[in-house]
């Protein structure tokens, strides 16, 4: 009971020094250099006739600096911006990365140690455009006592798609968003994207298609 009374006795007191016991500590933390490997983002310039294949390597850089400066970077992340020049030759080509490359947003007070690794192997292909039919997916259902006036039609039918040959080559469609229209009683147009995120190397025209078709009564 004695203790139960001495932890509670003035508790108000003792959470706000516990509360100003953190905020110091924050702060000193802050203060502190500290170095810390950072996940670079890598942009790349390429030829108009060429283009990934795959996602670039990771790259990281180990940056020293103040935290509360290394904490500026989950918002606005190092990168490096690299120029493939025109007689770069598929499969690979390999680019080489030192610390002077890496681009610092101008408000985060960092230095660049060293990155990793200091050569990227990217992967190239040809560059490719095909027009590849639209699949929609998802469901479209009418009313209860309706059904579907002939088939659905999706507007355009096929979309182009550019990128890499190797990418391009092995699609037999290039899916929709999930859609999920239902009840429907009548004529009905809807407007739809296209999944460009299981694609994120290729480039699609247009990005939305339309799925149209009418509904009677059985």
Do not use: C
């Not at 400066?69 to 020049?85: S, V």
């Not at 390999?94 to 610390?99: A, G, T």
Request: charged share 20%.
């Amino acid at each position: 009971m004695a203790l139960r009374d001495a932890l509670t006795r003035n508790w108000p007191l003792k959470l706000a020094a516990l509360a100003l016991s953190v905020i110091l500590w924050v702060l000193v933390a802050s203060e502190e250099t500290t170095s810390e490997l950072v996940s670079v983002r890598v942009d790349l310039d390429l030829p108009p006739d060429l283009a990934l294949a795959k996602p670039a390597p990771p790259l990281r850089a180990l940056v020293t600096g103040p935290g509360r400066e290394l904490i500026k970077l989950y918002a606005t992340p190092l990168a490096i911006r690299a120029a493939i020049p025109a007689s770069a030759t598929p499969p690979v080509w390999h680019l080489s990365v030192s610390p002077p490359d890496i681009q610092v947003p101008r408000s985060v007070k960092v230095t660049i140690q060293d990155v990793e690794p200091r050569s990227l192997d990217l992967s190239l292909d040809r560059q490719v455009g095909r027009d590849v039919p639209v699949a929609l997916r998802g469901v479209v259902e009418p009313e209860s006592g309706f059904a579907l006036a002939g088939r659905l039609v999706v507007t355009p039918a096929a979309v182009r798609v550019t990128g890499a040959r190797v990418l391009v080559d092995e699609l037999d469609s290039f899916p929709t968003e999930p859609v999920d229209i239902r009840g429907l009683t009548g004529a009905f147009e809807r407007t739809v994207g296209l999944d460009t995120a299981r694609a994120m190397l290729l480039s699609v025209m247009p990005r939305t298609v339309t799925v149209s078709g009418r509904v009677r009564a059985n």
